[in-house]
Every structure is written in C-alpha cells, then in structure tokens.
C-alpha cells in the first residue's frame, strides 16, 4: 500500500472507532471509503441466524434498485443472492467480487438479469464477517455503468485493507444487535421448503419432490446441472432427470421460463 495510503488508512481507522457505537457510523465509512475509490450504492446489512436480513443502512440512489432493496431483497430474494449465500457455509471473512462467489451460471440468471443489469449494476464488491451473536454481517458496495468495474488496482486496495475494515464493520455490527429491540425474529424458510410448499398449493400442478426443489432453487440461484450436482454430491445425469421431472410438471422449458413461473414468489420486478 502507498504511505498516502497508510496514512489515509491510520486517520480513517482512528475516525471510524470513535464513530462506532454512533449511527453516523456507516455514512461515514461509505464517505471515507468514497474517498480512495467512487462507487454507485452501498449497503451495510445483517444475516442473522434463521431469519431474514435486517438492514443497517443503505445508499441506494439508482430507485429501481432501492426499490428492490426494500421491497423485495429483505424478504425473499436475498436467497439468490451469493453474498447472503456464503454466509450459510464455512469462509474467509474479508473482501470478495460477486465474480469470486457467483455459482457457474449465475450471470446468465433472470434474477442477474432483472436485479443488477436491468438495474444499471455492473460490478459489486463485498466484505463479510461474522458477528460473535452468530449474525453474519455484509457491507456490499457496486457499481453501475457510468463507472465502470472495479479495477485490479482497486479490488487489491480493498484486500489490502479488509481485515481493519471486517474489525470496523464487525464493531458497528456489535453494538446494532446489542441495541436491537428484544423481538421475535421473521423466521428464514429455505427456497427449497419455500418452493416445495407454493408449488403443493398450485392447482393443476404435480407437486415436487424433495430432491426437485432443491434441483429448482439451484437452478434459480444460477447453478448450471454439474454444479448442482456437486452441491448435492449427486452425479450430473441424476440431476439431469430431476430437472427433467421439474420442468415437465411446472410446463416449463428453461430457466428463464422456471423464474417467470414463480415470479410472484420469489419478486414483483417491474
């Protein structure tokens, strides 16, 4: 890192730890961080354990995206995104691109599509850790077409960083949930339980095996059937025949025709 760096970095740090327990807190960190390198949209949000998201903060000017965010992303299509994803498996913490995360047919998937393409999104950066309460915490930052992708310059700037930047966010995240109200959490249902059970109340449609609605959500999280299969440690031609079963039953021949069909489930995208 370059000594303006290290020395931006030094008066950053020591601004963002007395900031900490304040809610001017993540404004801050998004005006600091914006500082070094510009970006389009930050979010600032929590994953606790089987429950939905709650967001902590929000920088979202593009309105179809804020629209989204609000509406649909913290209740549902958080599931098919690959940040909120790896918080339900071992990882590092520290900084990611949604490249280094996104399963093999990802960028081919409606949800890409409609959610950051057809949003103006081109490139997102996010750094996840986790709490001590077990909440994981996730600071995601992106950037639309005016700017352009991150640069190899840019993202090694943030991992050059993301250790102090996982302890500050971690910090903030810390007092968040100390203070929060003592309610009964949103409980998370899986997508798989969640399509399983919507598909069983459709009338005139087979409903889906276990195996199948696993096979769907993987599908609708951008999975091609060889990735699919090494998630479900089952060989690519048994999976090729759940699809099979899947989209004969839902009258459905791609992808792209499995999310229009359970499109009011999983979002209402304009």
Same mark, same amino acid.
């Given at each position: 890192?370059?000594?303006?760096?290290?020395?931006? @970095?030094?008066?950053?740090?020591?601004? =963002?730890? $007395?900031?900490? !327990?304040? *809610? /001017?807190?993540?404004? &801050?960190?998004?005006? #600091?961080?914006?500082?070094? @390198?510009?970006?389009?949209?930050?979010? =600032?949000? $929590?994953?606790? !354990?089987? *429950? /939905?998201?709650?967001? &902590?903060?929000?920088? #979202?000017?593009?309105?179809? @995206?804020?629209?989204?965010?609000?509406?649909?992303?913290?209740?549902?299509?958080?599931?098919?995104?690959?940040?909120?994803?790896?918080?339900?498996?071992?990882?590092?913490?520290?900084?990611?691109?949604?490249?280094?995360?996104?399963?093999?047919?990802?960028?081919?998937?409606?949800?890409?599509?409609?959610?950051?393409?057809?949003?103006?999104?081109?490139?997102?950066?996010?750094?996840?850790?986790?709490?001590?309460?077990?909440?994981?915490?996730?600071?995601?930052?992106?950037?639309?077409?005016?700017?352009?992708?991150?640069?190899?310059?840019?993202?090694?700037?943030?991992?050059?960083?993301?250790?102090?930047?996982?302890?500050?966010?971690?910090?903030?995240?810390?007092?968040?949930?100390?203070?929060?109200?003592?309610?009964?959490?949103?409980?998370?249902?899986?997508?798989?339980?969640?399509?399983?059970?919507?598909?069983?109340?459709?009338?005139?449609?087979?409903?889906?095996?276990?195996?199948?609605?696993?096979?769907?959500?993987?599908?609708?999280?951008?999975?091609?059937?060889?990735?699919?299969?090494?998630?479900?440690?089952?060989?690519?031609?048994?999976?090729?025949?759940?699809?099979?079963?899947?989209?004969?039953?839902?009258?459905?021949?791609?992808?792209?025709?499995?999310?229009?069909?359970?499109?009011?489930?999983?979002?209402?995208?304009?």
């Amino acid at each position: 890192m370059a000594r303006h760096d290290l020395r931006w @970095l030094s008066r950053a740090t020591a601004m =963002l730890m $007395t900031a900490t !327990p304040s *809610s /001017k807190f993540p404004r &801050l960190l998004r005006l #600091l961080l914006r500082s070094q @390198l510009p970006f389009s949209n930050m979010i =600032l949000v $929590t994953y606790p !354990p089987h *429950s /939905k998201p709650i967001s &902590l903060y929000s920088w #979202l000017p593009n309105t179809r @995206l804020n629209s989204h965010y609000e509406e649909h992303y913290l209740t549902h299509t958080y599931q098919l995104d690959p940040f909120y994803q790896i918080s339900s498996a071992p990882y590092r913490p520290g900084s990611y691109q949604l490249r280094d995360l996104a399963p093999d047919r990802f960028f081919h998937s409606e949800y890409y599509q409609k959610y950051y393409r057809g949003s103006s999104m081109v490139d997102e950066i996010g750094l996840v850790t986790q709490l001590d309460t077990g909440d994981h915490i996730h600071l995601s930052i992106g950037r639309n077409q005016s700017l352009g992708r991150f640069s190899r310059v840019e993202v090694n700037f943030l991992k050059d960083i993301e250790l102090v930047l996982c302890s500050l966010i971690k910090g903030y995240g810390e007092t968040q949930v100390k203070n929060r109200p003592k309610i009964k959490p949103e409980k998370h249902q899986p997508l798989e339980d969640r399509l399983q059970k919507h598909i069983e109340d459709m009338p005139n449609v087979c409903a889906l095996t276990r195996r199948e609605s696993e096979v769907a959500a993987l599908v609708l999280k951008g999975h091609s059937s060889l990735s699919a299969g090494l998630v479900l440690n089952i060989a690519l031609d048994t999976v090729k025949v759940h699809r099979k079963h899947l989209y004969r039953k839902l009258q459905v021949g791609s992808q792209a025709e499995l999310f229009a069909r359970l499109s009011h489930l999983l979002v209402r995208l304009p």
